[in-house]
């Protein structure tokens, strides 16, 4: 009897094996077997992924079936024979499961471990792990002699590999208790070639035409592109819209399931920054921070309509080595010198001098002095007393509170050091003085009263809180302003936040500094952060 079905193509096939992988990728397992189902010609990889499928979905006799016709196409197979001596445990038949143990260790050929990456298996299979599944089926048979034996020749001949502990395992045998079997861990699955997937997409050689001459009238010229001028600090590719932007979303929340891997939240923004690799992992920019994410978990975004607020802020993309100095600073245009102003007597300041509001006072009419003048200023009742102003402090999270406006500097650190749950002695408030970046003792140069009289805006005060950590036997030479983020690349770089005042102790070279930031020290690129005066200004320590 012939077989009249239809060929598959080599393409379809990879197609089918292809979506499969991503379907794993998404815990579709249903979808993942549904995919496979249609491959006519299944080989020995596309048959172990569909035995993983099913274990997955706990049905281990439907995953002994597909590995029996895994191991049917490929009888070399030694990570097949592993997995179905699991399977065989599961089912309760102990003595074919120790026949597999013994297969899988005679297809290992005396080799300590086999590394399945060429065949696109994200798996290392162990000889010591052969034989705790042989140990584990002798505590099931009753043979515990036979088991602690094995388990001495395991804890010889390990080398490498996740597993149990040899010696917590030996005990559990001495007390009569039955070891659980080694087991793939699941969406561990044979992925293909990343190479021949991509030969799969449609590629246009040749390109759109574009009218460079015409002797058409009024006809559209669309002319050459000029270069691209690269942003000073930061590299970040310009694309037009969703189809050529490397900004992608994550479609669903991903937990790190290896080394390099990424933990990332559902709907966050990442950089695309590599190509695709054979195991459907690309490299990705989250957070300041480089990692490997799913393809299938990512979708494109337009970044044309996800513009944030500052529109003049230089976005998050990729530093630039330490040499290459960051934009300069817009200047600043000194505002006109206003006309001199009558001058009135202190005492005779209106109440709203000392309101939240700040506005601008017209100059009042020149008081005629008589000989009761004296008298009557001083018959001048007092300011009311000022309400509470609301006061935004930057930690690590914003948060508002409502104080006094003749709150002392003592009374507002307890209060916000109590909102914080820090102890006033451990944080650092600090100020932002007028058309600058720098951010300066909350007491420098007040006077003895409180400290937000000159400092609230419309009633409203912004402050910015550190945690204190006094420096050892260390002296800072000055102070600088963090530009941009900058994430440690390692043990001795020191991490800090834009707008973070950072304390220089010394110059490791002409590029690199070592500062303090928040309790720590360490190294940083001094194109991050900036001086805009010499002085150093340090807060008394408490």
């Given at each position: 009897?012939?077989d009249?079905?239809k060929r ?10 292809a979506?499969?992988?991503?379907k ?8 993942c077997v549904?995919?496979?189902e ?5 080989t020995a ?7 993983s ?5 706990g ?6 079936t597909a590995?029996?016709l ?14 179905r ?6 089912l ?5 499961a120790l026949?597999?143990?013994?297969w899988a ?8 471990v ?5 065949l ?12 705790y599944n ?10 515990w002699?036979?088991?602690q034996?094995?388990?001495?020749t ?9 597993g ?8 559990y ?7 659980a ?7 561990v ?8 997937v ?11 035409a574009?009218?460079?001459?015409s ?28 189809q050529?932007?490397r900004?992608m ?7 790190s ?10 709907g ?11 195991d459907g992992m690309t ?18 975004v337009?970044?044309r ?8 802020r230089?976005?998050?993309g ?9 934009p300069?600073?817009?200047?600043v245009?000194p ?7 009558a001058h ?26 008589t000989?009761?003048?004296d008298?009557q200023?001083?018959?001048v009742p ?5 309400g ?5 402090v930057?930690?690590t ?13 003592q009374d ?6 109590k ?10 408030l ?6 600058s970046?720098?951010?300066?003792p ?20 912004h402050?910015w809180?550190?945690?204190?950590d006094?420096?050892?036997n ?15 690349q ?5 991490e800090?936040s ?16 070592e500062g303090h ?5 360490g190294?940083?690129?001094s194109c ?8 150093v ?6």
């Open positions: 009897m012939t009249n079905r598959m193509l080599y393409t379809e096939f990879l197609q089918l094996w979506s499969s992988v991503q794993v990728d998404a815990q579709d397992w249903q979808g549904s995919t496979l249609q491959i006519t010609e299944p990889r596309t048959l172990f992924n569909m035995a499928a099913h274990l997955a979905l049905r281990p006799d439907l995953a002994l590995l029996d895994a191991l049917v196409k490929d009888e070399h197979l030694a990570v097949g024979f592993f997995q001596s699991t399977v065989m445990m599961l309760d038949r102990l003595e074919e026949s597999d143990c013994i260790q005679k297809q290992m050929r005396n080799n300590p086999i590394d399945y990456k060429q696109g298996l994200r798996f290392k299979l162990y000889s010591w792990q052969v034989l042989a140990a584990a089926v002798y505590t099931r048979m009753g043979h002699d036979q088991a034996e094995v388990l001495e395991v804890s010889k001949e390990r080398t490498g590999g996740k149990p502990n040899i010696e917590t395992a030996m005990d045998v001495k007390s009569r208790e039955v070891l079997p080694l087991l793939i861990p699941e969406g699955v044979f992925r293909p070639n990343k190479r021949e991509d030969q799969l997409k449609e590629r246009d050689f040749l390109g759109k574009k009218v460079i001459s002797i058409i009238p009024n006809d559209d010229f669309g002319g050459f592109e000029p270069l691209r001028l690269q942003k000073p600090g930061f590299y970040e590719p310009k694309s037009e819209g969703a050529d932007s900004y979303r994550v479609k669903a929340p991903y937990m399931r290896g080394p390099g891997q990424l933990t990332v939240p559902g966050a923004m990442v950089f695309l920054f590599g190509e695709e690799d054979r490299s990705v920019i989250c957070d300041g921070q480089r990692g490997l994410l799913p393809v299938s978990l990512l979708e494109p337009d970044v309509s996800t513009k944030g607020k500052r529109d003049n230089i976005p998050n990729i530093p630039l080595p330490p040499e290459l100095k960051p300069n600073r817009p200047e245009t505002s006109p010198v206003p006309p001199p102003r009135r007597p202190d005492s005779f300041r209106s109440p709203s001098v000392i309101s939240v509001t700040k506005a601008p006072l017209p100059d009042p009419a020149p008081i005629p002095k000989e009761n003048s008298n200023l001083s018959d007092p300011a009311p007393e000022a509470p102003v609301q006061v935004k930057h930690f999270q914003t948060l508002s509170l409502s104080v006094p406006l003749d709150s002392s500097y507002l650190r307890e209060t916000i050091a909102t914080l749950g820090q102890t006033p002695s451990a944080i650092r600090r100020r932002k003085a007028q058309g970046r720098v951010l300066l909350l007491d420098q140069d007040q006077d003895s009263g409180s400290p937000l009289l000159e400092l609230a805006q419309s009633g409203r005060v402050l809180c550190q945690k204190e006094p420096l050892e260390r002296s800072a030479m000055y102070q600088m302003v963090a530009l941009y983020d900058y994430t440690a390692g043990p001795e770089d020191l800090f834009e707008g973070d005042t950072i304390d220089i102790l010394g110059e490791v070279n002409e590029e690199w500094l930031c928040a309790g720590v020290t190294i940083f690129p991050f952060a900036y001086r805009e005066n010499t002085q200004v340090q807060e008394p320590r408490l």
